[in-house]
């Protein structure tokens, strides 16, 4: 019975490392994972403000995107998202979809 409770005390402390180890780069991931929506969700407002902006300066939507990025220092990191940007009319607030670029 001796034998016994070593072989569990000398198992139980790596078992207890490996378990802090992977619940801690778990936690890890989540907050890359949300700070990734976060950057995602901010270029999304900031391209939607300048739009809004260019429409109250100029009185018609920007054409594109490089439109907003020349005129209005707006910074898109290209390697990082890709946006999608749609016009239909001049004074109808186009559609913006911003997406992570996967890593090649």
């Not at 890890?28 to 260019?54: F, G, I, P």
């Amino acid at each position: 019975m001796k034998a016994f409770f070593k072989i569990l005390r000398m198992t139980t402390v790596p078992v207890l490392i490996i378990a802090a180890v992977l619940l801690f780069s778990s936690a890890l991931s989540e907050m890359n994972t949300d700070k990734a929506a976060h950057d995602r969700e901010k270029l999304y407002e900031t391209l939607t403000r300048a739009a809004v902006s260019c429409y109250a300066v100029e009185g018609a939507y920007p054409p594109n995107v490089d439109y907003l990025i020349e005129n209005y220092r707006v910074q898109v990191d290209t390697d990082r998202y890709t946006v999608k940007y749609e016009l239909y009319a001049s004074n109808l607030m186009p559609s913006i979809t911003v997406l992570e670029t996967p890593e090649k």
